[in-house]
């Protein structure tokens, strides 16, 4: 009232901006803030410390020694969790699971029976907040002195204490800060004086946002609950992310049960299922292979390997994995089961149908991309001719291109995208100190824009060129007049994206020689292809757990499955379209979605789904990008009201 009574203000003015609009997003490596399934940062974190787990591996490898890692954390164990999974830690101590007093009995018991198994590698992660089922602190130093005390392990402790907060953010903490900036500047402008502050969070792939204080005292909850030990409580108040991660872990690591558990014909197992993938090279394959091997030998089932895909099967290159066969797949990538692109069609169905009928295979899980998901459609169609198809079918996507239909993620696409944006920023840099320059890329992806999108968007592109979006001469005209007009603002180094079937005439070196004319005297320009590259590197935290937690599911689905459907001779026998699917992630869940439900919303032709949900990222990248088109483009869209849903722009 002051400043009214001063003329600082006017009276108008005073009321207009009277109240004050609170939008709130969480950055913390820890994922310790209810209401979110991930904080920005997090992921990058996570990076730090499997990057810092597997160099330390070939040494404890080369040296038979136990390893005791021991991370941040103080009064949240997801970090410590999330690396548990995605490393095959044989142990974790985490301050919301916190083990019973008897724990150096248990763990113990745990690497001397993976020793016996002809195991060399030992890994014990530590939350540095981790406590006991009492309360007591438990510390590196007492889980070292229990291992060479009880077994005389040669034992080593690392603590990777402030490297985890360091390094480059990984590329899903760049979308994922992006999308979470723009999701806020959206909901301040819809806000009135009577909106209540809100926090901006990940719920599966959506951004939504939730009450502010009410996520602030359910985090206090947390807290709270851990005081008074309760713990499964803690657990559930963390969310459905950390609670999935505790699941499948504690499936992983459990000590196996007695041989008399595991007598063929039990009602509670005595299965036979197979695992193969068909297509090309994802990292995360054989953290599925992996993960499924393990839970289904648990149970007492029987799992063969089928190797080379469809080609493989028809030679019958098979073989029984057993619990060891598997031991330190996780970190690797590739696919070690071998797999080829030869899809599973009418002329093979014979041959097929022989293979599993010889090793009466009664559940038949497929990791791949596109032609798997082809493969897998195609016998459940045949069911009607062949017997041996009437058994439950799962696919698990894993394609680098994000091009199957019924899933917004698939494995490979999140270590493909790290890979892109380490390789934009090394090229970028390479042009330090140097004149202006534009660089102008060309990504993997078939006709699916995923790749180029998304690393469009993470690695601050200027404009990323899809097949999905019909891009013109008068497009590239301007989008070249744009890029000459920031490097007059004083930018320095430009990065165009291009996707590999965006168009088949504008190719990537027509984009090059047309940026190098249109730009000459104000930039030079320079073209990198990068090839198969980006199918190559270690897999991400996010695919190995990714992997990890999916073929668990599709364990459980299986199995439940063929229980369901099991005839009195102990046959498995089923051709309703609900027991050929493939498993993915839709918004806020996993789904479990019939193939041939799948057929309508699929383009064949181009081998991508109809509808893509990353589409509506595009023009937050144009936005970024600074591009002058961009705001007449969307505010034209705002008008008509054809967005899909209130997240449509993130």
């Known amino acids: 009232m002051n400043d009214v009574i001063a003329g600082e203000i006017s009276k108008e003015e005073r009321l207009r901006f009277g109240h004050l609009n609170m939008v709130g997003m969480v950055g913390s490596i820890d994922n310790d803030f209810c209401g979110t399934d991930m904080t920005i940062g997090t992921d990058s974190a996570l990076h730090r410390i499997i990057e810092a787990i597997d160099a330390i591996a070939a040494t404890a490898y080369s ?154 005292e359910k985090t206090k909850q947390v807290a709270q609950a851990m005081r008074e030990k309760r713990w499964e409580e803690a657990c559930e108040l963390r969310g459905r992310s950390f609670t999935r991660n505790l699941e499948t872990y504690k499936m992983l690591t459990r000590l196996r049960p007695p041989k008399s558990v595991l007598a063929a014909g039990d009602a509670a197992g005595g299965f036979t299922m197979a695992v193969m993938h068909i297509g090309a090279p994802a990292c995360g394959m054989n953290a599925a292979v992996r ?62 149908a022989t293979k599993l009928r010889e090793f009466n295979v009664q559940g038949l899980l497929v990791v791949g991309g596109f032609e798997a998901y082809q493969s897998v459609l195609n016998l459940a169609d045949a069911r009607p001719k062949y017997q041996e198809f009437c058994i439950p079918m799962i696919v698990i996507p894993a394609t680098i291109s994000n091009n199957v239909p019924g899933t917004e993620f698939s494995l490979g696409c999140d270590t493909a995208l790290n890979e892109i944006t380490e390789i934009c920023d090394r090229i970028r840099q390479s042009a330090q100190g140097t004149k202006r320059r534009v660089f102008v890329i060309e990504t993997m992806g078939g006709y699916c824009g995923y790749l180029a999108t998304l690393a469009g968007l993470a690695g601050g592109a200027d404009a990323a060129y899809i097949y999905e979006e019909p891009f013109h001469i008068k497009d590239l005209q301007e989008d070249v007049a744009h890029m000459a007009s920031k490097m007059a603002e004083g930018v320095q180094r430009g990065l165009i994206l291009r996707n590999e079937f965006a168009n088949s005439n504008y190719t990537t070196e027509f984009l090059y020689h047309l940026y190098s004319e249109e730009g000459k005297h104000v930039f030079s320009t ?76 699929t383009n064949f032709s181009h081998r991508i789904p109809k509808h893509q949900w990353w589409l509506k990222l595009r023009p937050l990248l144009r936005i970024l990008a600074k591009h002058h088109a961009t705001y007449e483009e969307e505010a034209e869209i705002l008008e008509e009201g054809s967005l899909e849903d209130e997240n449509a722009i993130i």
């Open 291 to 352: 993960s499924f091997v393990r839970n289904c030998i648990y149970r007492g089932d029987t799992v063969y390997g089928i190797h080379d895909g469809v080609e493989g099967l028809i030679e019958g290159n098979i073989q029984e994995l057993h619990w060891a066969d598997v031991t330190g797949w996780v970190a690797q990538g590739g696919a070690f089961l071998g797999t080829k692109r030869t899809v599973a069609s009418e002329k093979y169905h014979d041959q097929i």
């Open 526 to 601: 320079r073209m990198n292809v990068l090839g198969h590259m980006q199918q190559g590197g270690c897999p991400s935290p996010f695919d190995r757990n990714m992997g990890t937690k999916m073929a668990a599911k599709a364990t459980e689905w299986m199995v439940k499955t063929m229980q369901s459907c099991r005839r009195e001779d102990g046959t498995i026998f089923t051709e309703s379209p609900q027991s050929a699917v493939l498993f993915g992630v839709v918004r806020r869940m996993y789904k479990y979605s019939s193939l041939q439900s799948l057929r309508s919303e």
């Open 63 to 216: 040296h038979r020694r136990t390893f005791i890692m021991e991370v941040m954390g103080r009064h949240c164990g997801y970090l410590a969790l999330v690396a548990g999974l995605a490393s095959e830690a044989d142990f974790i101590f985490i301050p919301e699971w916190p083990p019973d007093e008897n724990w150096p009995e248990v763990m113990c018991k745990k690497l001397s029976q993976g020793r016996e198994m002809g195991q060399r590698l030992n890994i014990i992660i530590v939350a540095e907040g981790a406590i006991d089922s009492q309360g007591n602190p438990i510390s590196s130093e007492a889980v070292k002195k229990e291992v060479v005390v009880r077994l005389q392990m040669d034992t080593r402790i690392t603590v990777l204490g402030h490297v985890q907060r360091g390094g480059s953010p990984s590329a899903f903490d760049r979308i994922l800060g992006c999308r979470m900036g723009a999701e806020a500047v959206m909901a301040l402008f819809e806000m009135t004086p009577e909106s209540e502050a809100v926090v901006v969070s990940l719920d599966g792939n959506q951004a939504v946002r939730l009450p502010l204080m009410a996520c602030v």
